[in-house]
């Protein structure tokens, strides 16, 4: 089993930024891609940005220009580093690494981190 750590969280007014980081205990074989989503009180958990294993991006389309994706496979640590916050951004967000070893998928997720953008 995968462990994913989060850290980076916290409160930060409109217009700051933050990094997030997800540390892995090991880097899986087979992974398809890993990155980051969120899920804000009362809505459903989204995507904000991942990295695919042929090393292409996506992001959700409300972060697109503002958030960074990136990776530091020797630390097997993936961050997302966070511009120009909105109040909207607020949520948990969550670590995840999703891929196949032979026949078998796995998904495995962090524990979250707190995002608040409040004045």
């Known amino acids: 089993q995968v462990q994913l750590v989060e850290s980076g969280g916290g409160l930060v007014q409109p217009g700051g930024s933050l990094r997030l980081s997800c540390v892995f205990s090991?880097?899986?074989?087979?992974?398809?891609?890993m990155g980051w989503y969120r899920e804000a009180p009362g809505k459903q958990r989204e995507l904000v940005a991942i990295?695919?294993?042929?090393?292409?991006?996506k992001y959700g389309d409300s972060v697109k220009g503002r958030f960074t994706v990136s990776r530091d496979d020797p630390k097997n640590t993936i961050y997302l580093q966070m511009n120009n916050l909105k109040r909207e951004d607020t949520a948990v967000y969550y670590c995840?690494?999703?891929?196949?070893?032979?026949?078998?998928?796995?998904?495995?997720w962090g524990q979250g981190t707190q995002v608040t953008v409040s004045s």
């Open positions: 995840n690494v999703d891929g196949q070893i032979g026949w078998r998928p796995y998904d495995y």
């Open positions: 990295i695919m294993s042929d090393e292409s991006t």
């Open positions: 090991e880097r899986p074989s087979g992974i398809n891609a």
